[in-house]
């Protein structure tokens, strides 16, 4: 069975930090292109970043290239996203995203990711 599992979204006051987690089963994200999503209400969803399966090719928004980092840990098996110097613009559902690997960097694509965990709500407060 596949899953992924997203955790540690909070509430959080402008310019701090959250540390969100994606714990996948049923496969290896060394296997899998992994992905960090976001919608906010009204909006599309965004791919934010991306991170190929050998945790090498990173690919970020603009609106987040700086500030957030994607990261893994194989034996865990978990996919992070380390976001600083939140914003409000950054309220949003983060979703995690696993999808096929061809080579090269992973597109930031949603259409691209074929399986999707359940969301965490992240809100900053201004």
């Known amino acids: 069975q596949k899953q992924l599992v997203e955790s540690g979204g909070a509430s959080v006051q402008g310019g701090g930090s959250l540390r969100l987690s994606c714990a996948a089963s049923?496969?290896?994200?060394?296997?899998?292109?992994m992905g960090w999503f976001r919608q906010a209400p009204g909006k599309e969803r965004e791919g934010i970043s991306t991170?190929?399966?050998?945790?090498?090719?990173?690919d970020y928004a603009s609106s987040v290239k700086g500030r957030f980092t994607i990261s893994r840990d194989i034996a865990k098996n978990t996919v992070y996203l380390q976001m600083n110097s939140l914003n409000p613009e950054d309220t949003a559902v983060y979703y995690c995203?696993?999808?096929?690997?061809?080579?090269?960097?992973?597109?930031?694509?949603?259409?691209?990711?074929?399986?999707w965990g359940q969301g965490t709500q992240v809100t900053v407060s201004s």
């Open positions: 995203a696993s999808g096929p690997w061809w080579g090269g960097t992973c597109p930031r694509v949603r259409g691209y990711f074929d399986y």
């Open positions: 049923g496969y290896s994200v060394s296997n899998k292109c």
């Open positions: 991170i190929d399966p050998g945790g090498s090719l990173t």
